[in-house]
């Protein structure tokens, strides 16, 4: 991220400025709401499976813990860098305000390529990243779980070492873990579960008929996939997917499950039977109904965003659209489910394992789903009464129901 001319921190911070001004906030209490209240910067040498040790970088940012315990997942991306991790925890902040959960906003990453790692060296990296940030995270100061490049395994390697650390099972400290070991059922689909909540009550509000509608995503991995199946379950048509290596466009529709289980095999959706090959970036401008960008930052941008031809966004990935393309699709009458809401289902089911970790008593699927449910209406009608209320478009409404939110608690606390 470092050749961008201003930091991805630094754009990031434009939506705050925006609530801001809605809710008439002082500069005082901006810059509370813009510092994060710590940042962690560890080395973490791994023996490699060549019998070399390779010194890795992580991180972890507790933006602002004034609702609650810091909350956020665990990046592995040879991308990762502490702008990125400080952009991704601020988010979490707004996130988890949003929808209504009682934590403050984390997040962490290492700088890593997990595709080019044996499960051996992995297992090492994370040991050695949860015994380096062991001391400042717990179920009361600091919740991780998985993002991009982690996985439930993960969660569970980086549980057993803490657990070892502090010489107790402690389940809430770390949440998306296996079931075996404390994970709630519904995580693994929760983010697209979720997302697919938000549509239906995005479809309501903006007037956009699901059935029969043209879908396309960016990304095919753990969060993009769900939804593809529950949109392809109600009668849309899945007419793009992509992933970091290319992508697969069929006016007529695919097959969601068909065409995981070819990713599974080929390790990519690029060469799906009956499909025409795309880039990665291409489904953002394929001729669509609904967008639902699932990958990482800054795909939407200047560059691209005159060739957006969908009416709705849904945006699964955190911070897929930069804030000159906002402006523009905004201008353009595109509607958008904004990433602090429509990925929220996520870190819902999280605090859902959370709660169930501390009372060592655990809840059914359906439980689980109609929990999510409930808590993903509720947020959007939230935001979509505060858009209206004063007039401003669904992004800017998710922030400002949400900085709201953490206002109150930092006034609350007496830290502002
Ligand atoms: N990484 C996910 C997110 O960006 C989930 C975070 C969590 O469950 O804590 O929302």
């Known amino acids: 991220m470092s ?142 779980a998985p993002d991009v490049g982690t996985n439930a395994q993960i969660m569970g390697w980086f549980a057993d070492e803490y657990y070892k650390i502090v010489g107790k099972t402690v389940p809430g400290v770390i949440t998306a873990k296996p079931l075996s070991i404390g994970g709630s059922r519904g995580r693994g689909t929760a983010t697209g579960r979720g997302a697919f909540f938000a549509t239906l009550e ?86 669509c109904d609904i967008l639902i960008p699932a990958a990482l930052e800054n795909q939407i941008t200047k560059e691209n965003v005159d060739g957006v031809k969908a009416k709705l966004i849904v945006e699964e990935a955190n911070g897929p659209t930069t804030p000159e393309a906002d402006k523009i699709l905004h201008e353009k009458g595109v509607k958008i489910v904004p990433d602090v809401l429509a990925n929220a289902g996520g870190v819902t089911v999280s605090y859902f394992e959370w709660v169930q970790n501390r009372m060592g008593y655990y809840w059914s699927d359906e439980e689980v789903d109609e929990k999510l449910k409930q808590a993903m209406t509720k947020a959007f009608k939230d935001v979509y009464q505060t858009a209206q209320q004063h007039q401003i478009d669904m992004r800017t409404a998710a922030y400002v129901t949400a900085v709201k939110k953490i206002v109150d608690a930092m006034r609350a606390l007496g830290r502002i």
């Open 202 to 287: 995005a479809a309501k509000a903006f007037n956009i008929p699901l059935r029969g509608a043209r879908v396309s995503i960016q990304g095919y991995g753990n969060v993009a996939r769900p939804i593809a199946r529950y949109l392809h379950e109600l009668g849309c048509k899945i007419v793009a997917v992509s992933d970091s290596t290319g992508g697969a466009y069929n006016p007529e529709g695919m097959n969601p499950i068909a065409l995981a289980e070819f990713k599974d095999k080929t390790r990519t959706v690029k060469g799906f039977p009956g499909s025409k090959e795309l880039s990665a970036i291409d489904p953002i401008t394929v001729d």
């Open 3 to 144: 050749e961008q001319k201003t930091s991805l921190y630094e754009e990031a911070l434009k939506t705050l400025k925006k609530a801001a001004a809605v809710l008439n906030l002082e500069s005082d209490v901006i810059e509370a709401l813009s510092s994060p209240e710590r940042i962690l910067i560890v080395s973490i040498p791994v023996k490699m499976d060549d019998g070399k040790t390779k010194v890795f970088t992580g991180y972890r940012v507790q933006h602002n813990t004034a609702r609650g315990p810091a909350k956020g997942g665990i990046r592995y991306h040879p991308r990762v860098c502490l702008d990125e991790v400080k952009s991704l925890a601020y988010w979490m902040a707004i996130k988890n305000a949003v929808v209504g959960v009682p934590y403050g906003g984390g997040k962490g990453g290492i700088t890593c390529n997990p595709k080019e790692m044996s499960q051996g060296e992995l297992e090492r990296l994370t040991r050695g990243y949860a015994a380096a940030i062991a001391k400042f995270i717990g179920p009361d100061q600091d919740v991780p």
